[in-house]
């Protein structure tokens, strides 16, 4: 059996019905400072509340922002498990309510020059993240960049956080734009939700979407669902600059609340229950198939 027909019989494998697979859902923005990686981390809080396993992969190379809004510093990361012979286990790092993360370090970015067969190897240990978690979370990196567009391609769940900044509107958009243009994006095959963030009242917000999804409707023909809003919240900041998740500190914050509702809004059995679980293995198949090509 060549590496090839491996590599598809592993990720086949992962798709049969006696093994879940986790649900991924990819975190992103247009731009940085929208509250990305605040949005990750209160969500992965609220999920454990309704006694979700979860685990965060901080895909935004370079910056560690969930390792330091847990206030936590891993020992490994991904670039580990790629170059260092370490396992997945070993590269998670539990934080507060053993929400797991994973540190994305820089590893992702060498695959391409990796051999079939070390291939499978990742492929086999990041396919046990299904066995340890519900749900993946997958906080990207912000902006546009080939490596957040192979994130997002990947996934076929995406949310897409937005402020009322004209300039957070505006790269939103052309994220979309880029994603929808990109030559392996999917339409049918992915759920794209937008949450409106640092919002003054639900209004505003419904407001914001209703903005974005006009142009991308009128120029991308693309489907966007809008997920809902959180607002500004004094508590949220504090919570931040004490490195900690609001959501677990300040549990009645209006924006806690919030979260609270996004969650429980994703995990509605009418939505979750829509959306194919492809699990890590296919996840990130998808993206070395790519780099690939």
């Known amino acids: 059996m060549d590496q090839a027909s491996q590599l598809r019989n592993i990720i086949k494998a992962q798709s049969m019905p006696q093994r879940p697979l986790a649900r991924v859902i990819t975190v992103t923005s247009g731009k940085g400072g929208v509250g990305k990686s605040n949005t990750a981390i209160n969500l992965a809080i609220q999920f454990r509340k309704m006694n979700q396993r979860v685990i965060i992969l901080d895909a935004d190379f370079g910056l560690a922002n969930i390792e330091i809004m847990f206030g936590a510093v891993p020992k490994h990361n991904l670039y580990d498990l790629i170059y260092q012979g370490k396992n997945i286990k070993d590269i998670i790092t539990w934080g507060p309510m053993?929400?797991?993360?994973?540190?994305?370090?820089?590893?992702?970015?060498?695959?391409?020059?990796?051999?079939?067969?070390?291939?499978?190897?990742?492929?086999?240990?990041?396919?046990?993240?299904?066995?340890i978690a519900d749900i993946i979370i997958i906080d990207t990196g912000a902006g546009i960049s080939d490596a957040v567009l192979e994130f997002l391609v990947a996934s076929g769940e995406i949310l897409l956080v937005t402020t009322p900044e004209p300039t957070s509107?505006?790269?939103?958009?052309?994220?979309?734009k880029e994603l929808s243009h990109h030559s392996r994006f999917s339409p049918e095959a992915t759920q794209i939700k937008v949450l409106a963030n640092k919002v003054e009242t639900e209004e505003e917000g419904k407001n914001l979407y209703n903005r974005l999804n006009m142009v991308v409707s009128r120029y991308l023909k693309l489907p966007i669902r809008y997920l809902g809003s959180i607002p500004q919240d004094n508590k949220l900041s504090r919570a931040v600059m004490q490195q900690s998740p609001v959501s677990l500190i300040e549990p009645n914050a209006l924006s806690s609340l919030s979260y609270e509702r996004i969650a429980n809004r994703l995990m509605n059995r009418e939505v979750s229950d829509t959306i194919p679980r492809r699990g890590m293995a296919a996840f990130f198949s998808h993206i070395i198939s790519g780099k690939k090509n």
């Open 98 to 131: 053993d929400v797991g993360f994973i540190s994305g370090g820089s590893g992702i970015a060498g695959m391409s020059n990796l051999s079939r067969e070390y291939l499978v190897y990742i492929i086999q240990n990041l396919a046990e993240l299904d066995a």
């Open 169 to 176: 509107i505006t790269d939103s958009y052309s994220l979309l």
